[in-house]
C-alpha cells in the first residue's frame, strides 16, 4: 500500500504509509494486512478493498461494506489462518498506470490512488502471495508462512473510518488487528490493555467526580467540577512554583483577535481549518485563538529592549480552541478547549542554550515528581515538505542544529523525527513512559527563529544596534486536560496526596462522635488541608468502603477512645492501618509529606 496523507488524520508513516527501512515486526504486520484482505476476498466478495497499513502494535484494512460486524472477526481470521501456509513468498511488478486501472477496474478507491501515482510520476507495483494481489509500495514478511505464526496475531475490533479521512467521502469498514512476533507478546499487550480499561481516565473521572460532559454544552467541552478544579489548580500552582525560580513573570490575553495577527504569524494559511471564527455586527473577522504565542509576540514588542533585559519570560495558563473533527475527539485527550500552560522566551542567540537548560529543569521535576520516565524526541521538519513549514531552509538547519547540540551536551537519550516539527520551528519533545509501559508524548520545548521574523522582534545589543531576537515555546504539561487524562491513568486514580482534590475523610463511629470530627475537621482547614466529614448515618464499614471507591489518601476513624484523648486512628489508603495518632502529630506529618510532593 503506498503512502498518502489524508485530510484531517495524522501525517504518520506507520500510519499510511509502508517505510523504506521497515522493521521485521512491521514488515509482517504489512503482511498480515494483506493476508486479511486475501480472507475478506475469499467470505466477501463484495467487499472492496482499499488501503491497509501497518500501524502501532499491529495492522487495519478499510473496505467499502457495511455488512461485516464483529461477529464475523472469527471466520475472518480462521480464514487467514487457513490461507496463512500458502503464502510462501511475494512477487513484485511494475506495472503501468494503464494495467493496474484494468487491473483494478471495478474498485474506484484503488482507481483513485493510480490516478495520484500517474500524476505524481510514481513506479506503480502490484504485489501477490497466495493468489491474492494487491496495490502496493512493498514492504513484507520474506517469507510469512514461515515468519508468521497463527496464534501471533488476532483480529481485534471493527470500526468505521471515511475514506481518506474527509468525512465528505464514503464511510468504509476498518477491520483492525493485534500482531507481534510471539504469541506470548501479543497476550502481553492484550493483558496490558485490559489493565489500561481499567484505569480509563474517563472511568476514573467519573468515580472521583473530577469532571464530565454536557451534551447540551457540546463534545470535546469537558465541565470541571469542583474536585476537578481543585485537582488542575494543584498543577498549575506546581508548574508556577517551579517557574518563580526561573524567572518567569504572568502575562494574561484575551480569548479572540483580529484575523490579521494570525495572517502576519501564517497561522491563518496554515491552520484556517481548524480556527473557530467569528464574524461581528460590523463586518469584522476575529477568531478564537487556536494558540497564544502570536498575542505573546505583541506585549513582547510593546516597547524596545536593550540586551541588558534580555531574556524576557511569558506565562500564563488559558484556554485555546481548536476546531477538531467530532471523530477525533475523546475523553480529555483530544478536546476542543485546551488548556494549556504556555510559556514564550524572548532571547538572543547566545541565551538559547541556558533557556532551554532551565526549561528542562522544570520538565524534569515535574514530570520526576509523578515518577515517569522521559526520553526525548527531536521533531525536526520534512524536508520534502517544505510548503508545510514558514521560514527558509538555512533557518531550519540552524536550529535543528542547535536542538541537536542541546540534546547532546544535556546527555539525553533522544531519537529524531522528521515531519513531527511544529510549522514554525523544531521541537524537543518529551515522551514518558507511564506505570503500564506506555509512552506518551508530554512537554514540549520548540525553537522558533520565524515568528520573530515575521513579526519584526528585536532588541538593542552592545553597539547600539538592532538584533534579531529568537522565541521559545514550551509548555510543561502541554495541556491540562491531556496530562491529567495520562496521569489519572499512570496513578490509577490514587492521586498522591498533595494533589488529591479531598485529601482526607474523617468518619464518626456515630451520631454522638460528630462534634469531635467536626472538631477535628477545623484544625485541618486551618492547616491547609482538604478534608471533610462523612456525618452519614451508615456503618463506619460502609463509610470506609465509599472512602476506598473514592480513593482518598487517608481515612480518620474517630471515636470513644479518640475523642478522649484528642487522637485519631488512621487508615492509609496506599499503606493500610496505622495506630492511633494525636491530631497534631498527624496533621505535621502530613504537611510534611504534601510540602515534600511525595507520589
Known amino acids: 500500500m503506498y503512502r498518502f496523507v489524508f485530510n484531517g488524520e495524522r501525517n504518520s508513516a506507520e500510519q499510511y504509509g509502508i517505510l523504506s527501512f521497515m522493521s521485521s515486526l512491521e514488515a509482517k504486520r504489512h503482511t498480515l ?117 497463527e496464534h501471533s496475531f488476532v483480529l481485534d475490533r471493527v470500526a468505521g473510518a471515511y475514506w481518506r479521512g474527509d468525512e465528505k467521502k464514503p464511510m468504509l469498514t476498518r477491520i483492525y488487528g493485534l500482531a507481534f512476533d510471539t504469541k506470548e507478546e501479543l497476550d502481553a499487550y492484550r493483558a496490558q490493555r485490559e489493565e489500561a480499561k481499567k484505569r480509563d481516565h474517563r472511568k476514573i473521572g467519573q468515580e472521583l467526580d473530577l469532571f464530565t460532559f454536557s451534551e447540551l454544552v457540546g463534545s470535546g467541552l469537558p465541565l470541571w467540577t469542583p474536585k476537578g478544579a481543585r485537582m488542575r489548580h494543584a498543577l498549575d500552582a506546581y508548574i508556577w512554583e517551579l517557574r518563580a525560580k526561573h524567572g518567569y513573570e504572568r502575562v494574561t490575553i484575551p480569548h479572540i483577535t483580529k484575523r490579521a495577527l494570525y495572517e502576519t504569524s501564517g497561522h491563518w494559511e496554515k491552520f484556517a481549518d481548524e480556527l473557530f471564527r467569528i464574524t461581528t455586527r460590523e463586518g469584522k473577522e476575529y477568531a478564537l485563538k487556536p494558540m497564544n504565542c502570536p498575542h505573546h509576540t505583541q506585549i513582547f514588542n510593546r516597547r524596545p529592549h536593550s540586551y541588558r533585559n534580555m531574556p524576557q519570560r511569558y506565562a500564563e495558563t488559558t484556554m485555546v480552541y481548536r476546531d477538531e473533527q467530532s471523530g477525533e475527539l475523546g475523553g480529555l485527550t483530544r478536546v476542543l478547549s485546551i488548556t494549556q500552560d504556555d510559556s514564550h522566551v524572548f532571547c538572543r542567540h547566545s541565551q538559547v542554550r541556558d533557556e532551554f537548560f532551565k526549561i528542562w529543569d522544570i520538565v524534569d521535576t515535574f514530570y520526576g515528581t509523578f515518577g515517569f520516565t522521559l526520553r526525548v524526541r527531536l521533531s525536526f521538519h520534512d524536508p520534502a515538505s517544505a510548503e508545510k513549514y514558514l521560514g527558509t531552509p538555512e533557518i531550519w538547519k540552524n536550529a535543528e542544529d542547535a536542538l541537536r547540540s542541546i540534546a547532546k551536551e544535556r546527555g539525553a537519550e533522544h531519537f529524531e523525527a522528521p515531519g513531527e516539527a511544529a510549522m514554525y520551528g523544531p521541537k524537543l519533545d518529551f515522551m514518558a513512559t507511564d506505570s503500564l509501559g506506555r509512552e506518551h508524548q508530554v512537554a514540549t520545548i520548540q525553537l522558533d527563529m520565524n515568528l520573530p521574523e515575521r513579526f519584526d522582534l528585536t532588541c538593542i545589543n552592545e553597539h547600539g544596534e538592532k538584533e534579531r531576537v529568537v522565541m521559545i515555546h514550551c509548555a510543561i504539561m502541554g495541556s491540562i486536560e491531556r496530562f491529567s487524562a495520562v496521569m489519572l491513568e499512570h496513578t490509577g486514580g490514587n492521586l498522591p496526596l498533595w494533589l488529591s482534590p479531598l485529601q482526607m475523610r474523617i468518619l464518626p463511629v456515630s451520631e454522638k462522635h460528630h462534634a469531635y470530627a467536626e472538631e477535628v475537621l477545623a484544625i485541618l482547614k486551618t492547616a491547609g488541608i482538604r478534608a471533610d466529614v462523612d456525618g452519614a448515618d451508615e456503618s463506619l464499614g460502609k463509610k470506609i468502603r465509599q472512602g476506598k471507591v473514592e480513593k482518598i489518601p487517608y481515612l480518620l476513624v474517630v471515636g470513644d477512645t479518640e475523642a478522649a484523648a484528642k487522637t485519631v486512628t488512621v487508615e492509609s489508603r496506599d499503606h493500610g492501618k496505622k495506630e492511633n495518632e494525636s491530631v497534631s502529630d498527624f496533621v505535621n506529618r502530613a504537611r510534611e509529606e504534601i510540602a515534600a510532593r511525595r507520589a
Not at 461485516?68 to 511494475?94: C, G, V
Request: proline share 5%.
Open 33 to 149: 494486512a494483506h493476508l486479511l484482505a486475501a480472507a475478506m476476498q475469499k467470505l466477501h466478495p463484495e467487499a472492496k478493498p482499499t488501503i491497509g497499513p501497518a500501524i502501532e502494535n499491529g495492522f487495519y484494512y478499510d473496505f467499502d461494506t457495511h455488512s461485516i460486524k464483529e461477529e464475523h472477526l472469527q471466520a475472518l481470521q480462521d480464514e487467514m489462518t487457513k490461507l496463512l501456509p500458502h503464502w510462501t513468498a511475494f512477487s513484485r511488478e511494475e506495472v503501468s498506470a494503464e494495467k493496474a486501472r484494468e487491473r483494478f477496474k471495478d474498485n474506484p478507491f484503488k482507481i483513485e490512488l493510480i490516478d495520484e501515482l500517474e500524476k505524481d510520476g510514481a513506479t506503480i507495483t502490484l504485489y501477490t502471495c497466495g493468489g491474492f494481489t494487491d496495490l502496493c509500495r512493498g514492504g513484507h514478511a520474506e517469507h510469512p508462512s514461515r515468519e508468521i505464526t
